[in-house]
Protein backbone atom coordinates (compact mmCIF):
# COMPACT_ATOMS: atom_id res chain seq x y z
CA UNK A 1 0.00 0.00 0.00
CA UNK A 2 1.20 3.45 -0.10
CA UNK A 3 1.24 6.58 2.21
CA UNK A 4 -2.20 7.84 1.09
CA UNK A 5 -3.50 4.24 2.23
CA UNK A 6 -2.05 4.95 5.46
CA UNK A 7 -3.17 7.72 5.58
CA UNK A 8 -7.43 7.03 5.10
CA UNK A 9 -6.75 3.93 7.24
CA UNK A 10 -5.44 5.84 10.34
CA UNK A 11 -7.22 9.06 9.29
CA UNK A 12 -4.30 10.84 9.54
CA UNK A 13 -3.29 14.25 9.39
CA UNK A 14 -0.30 15.36 7.13
CA UNK A 15 2.40 17.65 8.76
CA UNK A 16 4.95 17.46 6.25
CA UNK A 17 5.77 15.50 2.87
CA UNK A 18 1.84 15.39 1.19
CA UNK A 19 3.98 15.23 -2.24
CA UNK A 20 5.66 12.22 -1.47
CA UNK A 21 2.07 9.97 -0.31
CA UNK A 22 2.22 7.89 -3.50
CA UNK A 23 5.10 6.22 -1.70
CA UNK A 24 4.94 2.41 -1.49
CA UNK A 25 5.41 0.97 2.29
CA UNK A 26 5.55 -2.50 2.93
CA UNK A 27 7.10 -2.55 6.30
CA UNK A 28 6.35 -1.37 9.97
CA UNK A 29 8.18 -0.55 13.00
CA UNK A 30 6.10 0.23 15.97
CA UNK A 31 8.63 2.03 18.80
CA UNK A 32 10.05 4.61 21.35
CA UNK A 33 12.93 3.06 21.03
CA UNK A 34 15.58 4.61 18.67
CA UNK A 35 18.28 1.78 19.35
CA UNK A 36 16.19 -0.69 18.40
CA UNK A 37 14.53 1.28 14.96
CA UNK A 38 18.30 1.52 14.00
CA UNK A 39 18.85 -2.03 14.69
CA UNK A 40 15.67 -3.96 13.01
CA UNK A 41 14.48 -1.82 10.65
CA UNK A 42 14.78 -2.65 6.69
CA UNK A 43 15.11 0.48 3.99
CA UNK A 44 11.33 2.47 3.34
CA UNK A 45 9.87 1.33 6.54
CA UNK A 46 7.10 3.14 8.30
CA UNK A 47 7.80 4.07 11.90
CA UNK A 48 4.85 4.67 14.22
CA UNK A 49 6.37 5.96 17.26
CA UNK A 50 5.41 8.69 20.17
CA UNK A 51 8.24 10.18 20.90
CA UNK A 52 8.56 13.77 19.10
CA UNK A 53 12.24 14.76 19.79
CA UNK A 54 14.79 15.33 17.15
CA UNK A 55 16.76 11.93 17.39
CA UNK A 56 13.93 10.20 15.87
CA UNK A 57 14.12 12.42 12.32
CA UNK A 58 18.01 11.78 12.43
CA UNK A 59 17.23 7.99 13.03
CA UNK A 60 15.20 8.27 10.40
CA UNK A 61 17.29 9.93 7.92
CA UNK A 62 20.02 7.65 8.30
CA UNK A 63 18.11 4.07 8.35
CA UNK A 64 15.88 5.65 5.23
CA UNK A 65 12.70 5.05 6.20
CA UNK A 66 9.70 5.70 4.15
CA UNK A 67 7.58 8.08 6.90
CA UNK A 68 7.16 8.51 10.70
CA UNK A 69 3.49 8.63 12.14
CA UNK A 70 3.32 10.23 15.59
CA UNK A 71 0.45 8.30 17.34
CA UNK A 72 -1.96 9.17 20.47
CA UNK A 73 -2.03 12.96 18.58
CA UNK A 74 1.31 13.73 19.65
CA UNK A 75 2.92 16.23 17.51
CA UNK A 76 6.63 17.19 17.48
CA UNK A 77 7.30 21.26 17.31
CA UNK A 78 7.45 22.63 13.92
CA UNK A 79 11.63 22.66 13.53
CA UNK A 80 11.64 19.22 13.70
CA UNK A 81 8.83 19.25 10.75
CA UNK A 82 11.07 21.47 9.16
CA UNK A 83 13.81 18.93 9.25
CA UNK A 84 11.70 15.78 8.43
CA UNK A 85 10.87 18.53 4.93
CA UNK A 86 14.36 18.71 4.35
CA UNK A 87 15.28 15.00 4.57
CA UNK A 88 11.79 14.42 2.20
CA UNK A 89 10.01 12.35 4.59
CA UNK A 90 6.21 12.46 5.32
CA UNK A 91 5.27 13.06 8.67
CA UNK A 92 2.01 12.20 9.54
CA UNK A 93 -0.22 12.24 13.51
CA UNK A 94 -3.09 10.31 13.94
CA UNK A 95 -5.35 9.92 16.81
CA UNK A 96 -5.12 6.26 16.97
CA UNK A 97 -2.25 4.58 20.28
CA UNK A 98 0.25 2.76 18.93
CA UNK A 99 -1.32 -0.68 19.63
CA UNK A 100 -4.43 0.32 17.28
CA UNK A 101 -2.00 2.03 14.31
CA UNK A 102 -0.15 -0.91 14.25
CA UNK A 103 -2.96 -3.56 14.34
CA UNK A 104 -5.35 -1.60 11.53
CA UNK A 105 -2.02 -1.03 9.42
CA UNK A 106 -0.66 -5.20 10.20
CA UNK A 107 -4.66 -6.10 9.69
CA UNK A 108 -4.52 -3.98 6.58
CA UNK A 109 -1.69 -5.98 5.06
CA UNK A 110 1.69 -4.27 6.12
CA UNK A 111 4.60 -6.70 7.38
CA UNK A 112 6.76 -6.52 10.44
CA UNK A 113 10.70 -6.21 10.03
CA UNK A 114 11.40 -9.50 11.61
CA UNK A 115 11.34 -12.83 9.36
CA UNK A 116 8.31 -14.13 11.69
CA UNK A 117 6.41 -10.80 11.19
CA UNK A 118 6.69 -11.18 7.07
CA UNK A 119 2.93 -11.52 5.88
CA UNK A 120 2.59 -14.49 3.59
CA UNK B 1 38.18 9.53 -6.83
CA UNK B 2 41.56 8.26 -8.14
CA UNK B 3 43.01 5.11 -7.44
CA UNK B 4 45.30 5.90 -4.89
CA UNK B 5 43.32 8.98 -2.99
CA UNK B 6 41.02 9.52 -0.38
CA UNK B 7 38.32 12.13 0.51
CA UNK B 8 38.11 13.13 4.16
CA UNK B 9 35.86 14.51 6.73
CA UNK B 10 35.87 14.86 10.23
CA UNK B 11 33.75 16.67 12.82
CA UNK B 12 34.11 16.95 16.92
CA UNK B 13 31.40 16.56 19.23
CA UNK B 14 30.39 17.66 22.18
CA UNK B 15 29.35 15.37 24.72
CA UNK B 16 25.87 16.14 25.74
CA UNK B 17 24.70 17.96 23.06
CA UNK B 18 21.53 16.50 21.90
CA UNK B 19 20.71 19.17 19.68
CA UNK B 20 23.40 18.15 17.28
CA UNK B 21 22.88 14.78 17.72
CA UNK B 22 23.90 13.28 14.16
CA UNK B 23 24.87 16.32 12.31
CA UNK B 24 28.32 14.53 11.62
CA UNK B 25 26.64 11.11 10.75
CA UNK B 26 24.24 13.02 8.42
CA UNK B 27 27.02 15.50 6.47
CA UNK B 28 29.03 11.90 6.15
CA UNK B 29 25.66 10.17 4.48
CA UNK B 30 25.55 13.21 1.74
CA UNK B 31 28.89 12.98 1.40
CA UNK B 32 29.03 9.30 0.84
CA UNK B 33 25.96 10.04 -1.65
CA UNK B 34 27.49 12.42 -3.46
CA UNK B 35 30.87 10.33 -4.15
CA UNK B 36 28.03 7.56 -5.87
CA UNK B 37 28.82 4.86 -3.15
CA UNK B 38 25.89 2.24 -3.36
CA UNK B 39 23.25 3.78 -1.83
CA UNK B 40 22.91 -0.16 0.75
CA UNK B 41 26.53 0.45 1.64
CA UNK B 42 25.19 4.22 2.42
CA UNK B 43 23.03 3.09 4.97
CA UNK B 44 24.93 0.87 6.52
CA UNK B 45 27.75 3.14 7.17
CA UNK B 46 25.53 6.29 8.23
CA UNK B 47 23.68 3.43 10.58
CA UNK B 48 26.90 2.59 12.19
CA UNK B 49 28.47 6.33 12.36
CA UNK B 50 25.37 7.50 14.18
CA UNK B 51 25.39 4.55 16.32
CA UNK B 52 28.77 5.73 17.46
CA UNK B 53 28.17 9.30 17.13
CA UNK B 54 25.86 8.87 19.64
CA UNK B 55 27.57 6.76 22.15
CA UNK B 56 30.20 9.60 22.00
CA UNK B 57 27.13 12.24 22.95
CA UNK B 58 25.64 10.32 25.77
CA UNK B 59 29.01 8.53 27.11
CA UNK B 60 31.67 10.64 26.43
CA UNK B 61 32.87 14.58 27.41
CA UNK B 62 33.27 14.93 23.86
CA UNK B 63 34.94 13.43 20.40
CA UNK B 64 35.74 13.45 17.02
CA UNK B 65 33.84 11.59 14.19
CA UNK B 66 36.14 10.57 11.45
CA UNK B 67 35.42 9.35 7.67
CA UNK B 68 38.19 8.47 5.14
CA UNK B 69 36.57 7.67 1.98
CA UNK B 70 38.63 5.21 -0.10
CA UNK B 71 37.60 3.76 -3.86
CA UNK B 72 37.09 0.50 -2.28
CA UNK B 73 35.95 0.77 1.28
CA UNK B 74 35.05 3.99 3.86
CA UNK B 75 36.62 3.59 7.14
CA UNK B 76 34.91 5.46 10.30
CA UNK B 77 37.22 6.31 13.38
CA UNK B 78 34.73 7.50 16.10
CA UNK B 79 37.18 8.61 19.00
CA UNK B 80 36.13 9.68 22.71
CA UNK B 81 37.93 11.56 25.94
CA UNK B 82 36.60 8.96 27.99
CA UNK B 83 35.36 7.62 30.73
CA UNK B 84 36.28 4.35 28.74
CA UNK B 85 34.78 1.22 29.29
CA UNK B 86 36.17 -1.06 31.89
CA UNK B 87 34.97 -4.24 30.23
CA UNK B 88 34.58 -4.20 26.64
CA UNK B 89 33.19 -7.83 26.32
CA UNK B 90 29.81 -6.82 27.94
CA UNK B 91 29.52 -3.79 26.43
CA UNK B 92 29.43 -5.82 23.16
CA UNK B 93 26.68 -8.07 24.37
CA UNK B 94 23.36 -6.84 22.79
CA UNK B 95 21.05 -5.21 26.14
CA UNK B 96 23.74 -4.57 28.18
CA UNK B 97 23.61 -0.41 28.89
CA UNK B 98 24.76 2.30 31.27
CA UNK B 99 22.53 4.73 29.82
CA UNK B 100 21.20 6.73 32.42
CA UNK B 101 17.13 7.21 32.40
CA UNK B 102 16.96 10.38 30.82
CA UNK B 103 18.65 8.84 27.78
CA UNK B 104 16.40 6.01 27.48
CA UNK B 105 13.85 8.50 27.47
CA UNK B 106 15.10 9.98 24.78
CA UNK B 107 15.01 6.50 22.42
CA UNK B 108 18.83 5.74 23.46
CA UNK B 109 20.47 3.36 25.36
CA UNK B 110 19.17 0.04 24.68
CA UNK B 111 22.73 -1.76 24.78
CA UNK B 112 22.43 -2.24 20.95
CA UNK B 113 24.99 0.20 19.51
CA UNK B 114 28.06 -1.38 19.92
CA UNK B 115 26.22 -5.19 18.32
CA UNK B 116 24.68 -2.74 15.89
CA UNK B 117 28.09 -1.20 14.96
CA UNK B 118 29.86 -4.91 14.41
CA UNK B 119 26.43 -5.82 12.07
CA UNK B 120 26.69 -3.08 9.59
CA UNK B 121 30.81 -3.31 9.24
CA UNK B 122 32.67 -5.44 7.40
CA UNK B 123 35.52 -4.84 9.85
CA UNK B 124 35.05 -3.73 13.47
CA UNK B 125 37.69 -2.75 16.21
CA UNK B 126 37.68 -1.00 19.23
CA UNK B 127 40.17 -0.11 22.32
CA UNK B 128 39.13 1.32 25.03
CA UNK B 129 41.27 2.69 28.12
CA UNK B 130 39.29 3.72 31.68
CA UNK B 131 40.08 7.34 32.12
CA UNK B 132 41.45 8.37 28.57
CA UNK B 133 38.71 6.97 25.95
CA UNK B 134 37.64 5.20 23.61
CA UNK B 135 38.59 4.73 19.68
CA UNK B 136 36.49 3.23 17.40
CA UNK B 137 37.16 2.20 13.71
CA UNK B 138 34.66 0.54 11.47
CA UNK B 139 35.24 -0.55 8.12
CA UNK B 140 32.69 -0.53 5.20
CA UNK B 141 33.39 -2.13 1.81
CA UNK B 142 31.88 -0.97 -0.78
CA UNK B 143 29.69 -3.57 -2.17
CA UNK B 144 26.33 -3.80 -2.37
CA UNK B 145 24.72 -5.54 0.53
CA UNK B 146 21.26 -4.43 2.50
CA UNK B 147 20.65 -5.01 5.92
Keep these: MNLKDVQRLLDAKVLAGEQYLDRQIETCCGSDMMSDVLAFTKRNTLLCTGLTNMQVVRTADMTELGAIVFVRSKTPDSEIVEAAAEDMLPVLVTEYTMFEACGILYGAGISGCSKRGKKK | ?147
Design chain 2, 1 to 147: MSENKSVKLAFDCAGGDFERAGEASAKIKKMLQRLGIPADCVRRIAIGTYEAEMNVIIHAGGGNVAAEVFPDATVITVSDHGPGIPDINKALQEGWSTAPDYVRQMGFGAGMGLPNMQKCSDEFDIQSKVGEGTVIVMKFKHQSEDL
